[in-house]
């Protein structure tokens, strides 16, 4: 459907065709148009914008009135675990009571517990009950995610999960990117040395399915030789690396992601001078997850520290249901202001271009340029991107597209 959005009070996120991903001071930065319109072509993707002054609209497109509202592009997340069965709350109240993610998992639960919930659920519900997130996420706002398996934890399961990841990719309008993470923790019946082999034997099934591998690499889960053990299966399988790294202890995961070409080291609570220097010059993005240190009390990402060397960063979700239970894209972007002192355009870039990057969808989506999918939130008039991380409760979303096509967001 060709359509144009007129009397735009402000178009945000403009990149030029080519620019893939924003660093240092380049973060700082994004084009903006006020008083613009904007053009979707037939195909769904961004044919044209400019300022409505002097402008001639086309005559052969649908029109939707923006009313001084603000157009962004979607938000994009590229780190969930969104696919999984029942809840933990019961760990909740654990957590309440003082227990830390170590001792829980050292108990036998987190991790482990989803694996048991998810063995005892067919695959059509396990669809069913992930798909009632993924409808959750899309409507607040994300029109591109990475969803991650990890909660099989032996082939069957592992599998299992990766086809419903497929499932939701070709059924859903949002941009799904896919990622093979056995080694989140080790599977029950399994010695250590036993299940690292056990996901490099899995290596070329997954491979059919997903895009990249991940090694939950850190304290208590993933040592950073086989760390590298699995990343080098997983690349002769062609699956580029992502790293979970740095979220309980200072683990070496980021210096073996950057060796082996991984496109974003992910979590980072836990850093030091070291990382950041291993990061320079790489194309791996940093990638930091204000919602598990919100949920977990641990430290957040120091993204000002990483600007300031001239890197860039990526914010994700980690939506999960043990430490980051919300896929709420905009609360993550206003902690990224309010607790790392990202300021709203920092904020911005890191949810949107560099979260695309983060997961290999930069050429589609994250930006307004030209050619990229029409991935689109129109805000209620009068917004802007300090408003949207100020008052991060207000509803803001008067519409949305997703590849061109109309989404219902939730209404406030």
């Not at 790294?245 to 850093?271: I, K, P, R």
């Not at 990638?287 to 598990?292: A, C, E, K, N």
């Amino acid at each position: 459907m060709k359509f144009t959005i007129k009397n735009l009070g402000l178009l945000v996120g403009i990149q030029p065709e080519g620019v893939r991903r924003l660093q240092g001071a380049e973060m700082s930065q994004t084009g903006s148009l006020r008083n613009a319109w904007l053009l979707v072509d037939d195909n769904g993707r961004i044919a044209d914008f400019g300022a409505m002054e002097g402008s001639t609209l086309s005559a052969n497109a649908e029109v939707v009135d923006a009313n001084g509202g603000m157009l962004m592009p979607a938000f994009c997340d590229s780190h969930t675990h969104l696919v999984y069965a029942g809840s933990r709350d019961g760990e909740f109240l654990d957590k309440l009571s003082g227990l830390s993610y170590e001792e829980i998992a050292a108990r036998g639960g987190g991790i482990l517990n989803s694996a048991d919930l998810l063995h005892e659920t067919s695959e059509d519900e396990l669809y069913r009950q992930s798909m009632v997130r993924v409808n959750e996420v899309m409507a607040k706002g994300t029109g591109c995610l990475e969803i991650k398996s990890g909660y099989g934890l032996n082939p069957e399961d592992e599998l299992k999960m990766l086809r419903v990841i497929r499932r939701i990719k070709e059924t859903v309008p949002a941009v799904v990117k896919s990622t093979f993470l056995g080694a989140h923790a080790v599977g029950r019946k399994y010695t250590y040395e036993a299940y690292v082999q056990a996901v490099i034997d899995m290596m070329p099934e997954a491979a059919g399915y997903a895009d990249f591998v991940d090694v939950f690499c850190d304290k208590g889960f993933f040592t950073v030789e086989d760390t590298a053990r699995i990343l080098e299966a997983g690349k002769r399988c062609g699956l580029r690396p992502k790293i979970h790294a740095n979220e309980l202890a200072v683990s070496g995961g980021v210096q073996v992601g950057v060796e082996y070409g991984a496109l974003s080291v992910d979590h980072l609570e836990q850093t030091t001078v070291a990382e950041i220097e291993a990061l320079k010059g790489s194309e791996t993005m940093p990638t930091m997850l204000p919602g598990s240190s919100f949920f977990l009390g641990l430290p957040y990402g120091k993204a000002k520290d990483f600007i300031q060397a001239g890197l860039g960063v990526a914010l994700a979700s980690d939506y999960n249901p043990g430490s980051s239970p919300s896929g709420d894209m905009r609360f993550v972007m206003a902690q990224g202001s309010i607790k790392m002192k990202l300021t709203p355009v920092q904020a911005f870039n890191a949810v949107t271009i560099n979260a695309a990057y983060a997961m290999g969808a930069s050429d589609l989506c994250g930006s307004i340029t030209r050619g990229k999918r029409a991935n689109l939130i129109l805000t209620r008039p009068g917004w802007d991107l300090t408003k949207l991380c100020y008052t991060y409760q207000t509803p803001f979303m008067e519409r949305m597209w997703l590849g061109g096509q109309p989404f219902m967001p939730e209404r406030g």
